[in-house]
DNA sequence: GCGTAGTGCTACGATAAATGTAGCAAAGGA
DNA sequence: TCCTTTGCTACATTTATCGTAGCACTACGC
């Protein structure tokens, strides 16, 4: 990882062009990125709270997925504690809302053979680390 | 809370929930699934001109990224050769194609310190709470 | 004062994921 | 035949994330 505070090269990670769009994919493309957006959908959540709706994720990258948001501005610390969203990530957040209805419709709608069966049954496959 | 365990959902990752929200959140939060998206939006690409678009990325997690939205119905290996999007595919770039108007304005008229160039910890230093 | 509990946040080793380079077999085209 | 391009993979190195623990600070109650 780049020594987290001086390279002034930290562009993010896979965008290089800078162009607007490369940028946001990239950081809407880190883990937890997405999910804390939708988890601050409806009201600020503190930072334990926010870890607990993002199934316990780790700390650390929770902490530096919410740097990068606030440095986005999508993000904020409110006054009385906890996250919220700004009104710019209250906007992206519409953007993403519409995915909870087509993830619905998604896997309503059996589209393949992976990723849901598998011969697997049900339950979770143990997710070893 | 329903607990929803049924055989359409398999682990992706960090959601270990079920939800098909989760999963899909999940699942476009891993490097390059956004951006194979965006590329692939207007017509299909070989698998090396997608990784040409996508900055060189390398080959072995655009292929592994590849499979993962081909195994979620998204994209396909198209007859002539070359990848592209489902109709389901589709459906989903156009949840992803607003971000680009988003990005422009966000860029444009961005409150914080850009993602790029800049570090963080020099120019923001205290962050009292 | 003292203790307890809640915040935001960080250290650090271990593990999973991504990178970069190289290469493969198959399907054409010249 | 040689040459190119296709989708795809091996492998070692680097990077990102995980999991646990703990810090400093603040706000309470006693």
Do not use: N
């Not at 986005?72 to 519409?94: H, I, K, N, Q």
Request: contains cysteine; glycine residues 10%.
């Amino acid at each position: 990882m780049a020594k987290q505070a001086d390279s002034k090269t930290r562009s993010v990670r896979g965008s290089r062009t800078g162009r607007p769009i490369m940028v946001l994919l990239d950081l809407l493309g880190r883990r937890w990125s997405l999910r804390i957006l939708w988890e601050l959908r409806d009201e600020p959540l503190t930072s334990r709270a926010l870890r607990t709706a993002c199934d316990d994720a780790s700390p650390t990258v929770l902490q530096a997925r919410l740097t990068e948001l606030r440095e986005a501005g999508f993000v904020e610390l409110e006054e009385g504690g906890g996250y919220g969203l700004t009104p710019l990530g209250r906007d992206l957040c519409e953007m993403v809302m519409p995915l909870h209805r087509f993830a619905e419709r998604w896997q309503g709608s059996s589209p393949s053979p992976r990723l849901q069966g598998e011969g697997r049954g049900k339950g979770e496959p143990p997710r070893r680390r």
